[in-house]
């Protein structure tokens, strides 16, 4: 069969669209054309993937004319995170691997020339797309990532090292040897329990600020949000970065949440599960550097954003008296 669909996500922010990967092979001038608005890391993808086949001992249509369309065209596709689905595309088109053994799994991960698989970010978010839309589908990510996307209750995830170990599961049925063992490199990834309590800073710590720590007892408890204002020196970022020990523990959807920004920056960790991070901006931050600019990192905070228009308008009124005062205190997310 010279067509093959595989199935990855796409970040758009803390959503993960679906993505089609389709690729066909033809005969013709040799060629591999990759399209479906992607940017110039996804289209360097054709080298990598190239050789990842080689290297890893499989066949790479040379002699084909290979398209690769990313469905829907209109949805834009950034990373090296379809450097899996594109090869494995490729592999089912040419008869290496069934493509029908293929229904049913999402894959994401980046290719080394060797056929290693790297780790992708804004995993927990891909895991999270398929919960809160009810898909229920099984994932195929590089170690490292996998562990994320299982923090999701009832995720199925699979982490996968080289290729080959993708490969060998979905090879033709009458190709495919029963394994004496299961392979080292494909294994079912389940969360790992996190019972060690969050640590923070001690309020009790800080000697006076007696109206300031009411203020934050008041607005931990009744769920307020809380401004600091006074001049440099006089304890602002000191009370905030204590303000994450008045809160309750986190909840399960709060923690993802805030995992799954965390994962889209590269930042995520283990160690720091459930427990609330605390920013710390520039107190000359305008109210648009606090919500986010051009970077990368703005694009998982444009929802926050959309929630914050209202504060944002009151905000202004105190800006005057912000920038005489020596601006913002640290706060946290």
């Keep these: 069969m010279s067509l093959s669909l595989v199935q990855s996500r796409a970040l ?9 990967v389709e690729v066909h092979l033809t005969n013709g001038l ?3 054309t990759l399209v479906g608005l992607a940017d110039v890391e996804v289209k360097e993808a054709r080298e990598r993937v190239r050789s990842a086949i080689q ?20 949805l834009p596709k950034d990373s090296g995170r379809f450097d899996l689905p594109i090869a494995l595309g490729i592999l089912a088109a040419s008869g290496q691997i069934d493509a029908a053994r293929l229904a049913g ?18 995993a927990l978010a891909m895991s999270l797309a398929l919960h809160a839309s009810h898909v229920v ?13 299982a923090l999701v209750p009832g995720a199925q995830v699979y982490s996968a090292r080289h290729l080959l170990d993708v490969v060998q599961h979905f090879l033709p049925l009458e190709a495919a040897a029963p394994p004496a063992e299961p392979a080292a490199g494909w294994s ?38 809380l401004l600091l204002t006074g001049p440099p020196g006089s304890g602002k970022s000191m009370l905030a970065h204590r303000f994450a020990g008045l809160l309750p523990a986190m909840t399960t959807d709060e923690a993802l949440q805030s995992a799954a920004v965390a994962s889209l920056g590269g930042r995520f960790s283990l160690d720091k599960w459930a427990q609330r991070p605390t920013c710390s901006p520039h107190h000359s931050a305008s109210a648009v550097a606090l919500v986010g600019g051009g970077c990368d990192l703005s694009k998982p905070l444009r929802r926050f954003r959309n929630e914050c228009d209202e504060i944002a308008l009151q905000f202004e009124k105190f800006r005057p008296s912000l920038q005489c005062t020596g601006g913002l205190s640290d706060f946290g997310v």
């Design 12 to 20: 758009l922010g803390l959503d993960a669209a679906a993505v089609t």
């Design 30 to 32: 040799p060629s591999f």
């Design 55 to 74: 290297n890893s001992g499989l066949e790479f249509p040379n002699n084909k004319r290979i398209t690769v369309n990313l469905a829907p065209a209109d």
């Design 105 to 122: 799994y999402e894959f994401a991960g980046e290719l080394s020339l060797s056929g290693e698989l790297r780790p992708v970010r804004g």
């Design 137 to 149: 589908t099984q994932l195929v990510l590089p170690p490292g990532s996998a562990e994320e996307a």
């Design 188 to 225: 079912r990834v389940t969360a790992a329990v996190h019972c060690a309590l969050a640590c923070y800073l001690d309020l009790a710590d800080v000697k006076g600020q007696l109206c300031a720590k009411r203020a934050l007892e008041i607005a931990a408890a009744g769920g307020h949000s």
